[in-house]
């Protein structure tokens, strides 16, 4: 473990109630359209480390671990629906979810869509002709 993420394991300080504008610290808009989500994961993460919250994301506060747990679990979890498509944060809605649970089920989104996507642009990229060549 890395010392910032280590840091990240103390009580969280309560800055992170006057966050009023997420899209300032993360201006990416997740999408499933865009190739996007390792550099979106990226500003979130630091973003929760630098604000002590990154146990919400990796699981690691627990409820008994901080007195206003639920307040700060439902803060990550606006900040990560402030910085999502429409699409996308219809597809991820879930009553009663924790930011942890939100987290992983993103993160399961693209790990299997970047298969497909992956598959699927080769087969285009197969596919291009110029002129009377085919790029093969």
């Not at 103390?10 to 390792?38: A, E």
Request: with cysteine; charged share 25%; proline share 4%.
């Amino acid at each position: 473990m890395t010392g910032s993420e280590g840091s990240s394991k103390t009580k969280p300080t309560y800055k992170i109630f006057g966050i009023t504008n997420i899209k300032s610290y993360v201006p990416l808009l997740l999408d499933l359209d865009h190739m996007n989500y390792d550099s979106w994961k990226e500003l979130f993460k630091t973003h929760c480390i630098v604000y002590s919250v990154y146990g919400h994301l990796d699981g690691l506060f627990l409820k008994a671990d901080e007195p206003p747990w639920e307040e700060v679990d439902n803060i990550v979890k606006q900040w990560m629906y402030g910085t999502l498509t429409q699409p996308l944060l219809q597809t991820i809605l879930k009553p009663d979810a924790t930011a942890a649970q939100v987290w992983k089920f993103i993160e399961d989104i693209f790990l299997e869509n970047k298969e497909s996507k992956a598959i699927e642009l080769d087969d285009e990229l197969r596919s291009i002709t110029i002129g009377d060549s085919k790029i093969v």
